[in-house]
């Protein structure tokens, strides 16, 4: 098994705590490519703003948008 050393919430502060919390309330849980994340702020930013930009609105409504992120993972035989 592979592991990923990650920044435990209890020691997260500053901008971490708060993608850590924003993250609790979005999904109930720190989805683990965040917490993958948490040891470079700057990659984890990064992350958010594409997520942001790929799942945060445009033309398409959110089912559609799932619906196509769930054929490309199946197609892609993404497991995750």
Not at 16 to 23: D, H, I, M, Q
Not at 32 to 47: F, G, Q
């Amino acid at each position: 098994m592979v592991w990923i050393a990650t920044v435990d919430p209890v020691a997260a502060d500053g901008t971490l705590e708060r993608v850590y919390a924003a993250s609790k309330r979005q999904f109930g849980f720190i989805p683990n490519i965040r917490r993958a994340l948490s040891l470079n702020p700057e990659m984890l930013r990064a992350y958010l703003q594409l997520s942001g930009a790929v799942y945060g609105g445009g033309p398409l409504p959110e089912r559609e948008r799932e619906m196509i992120a769930t054929v490309v993972s199946a197609v892609s035989e993404c497991h995750y």
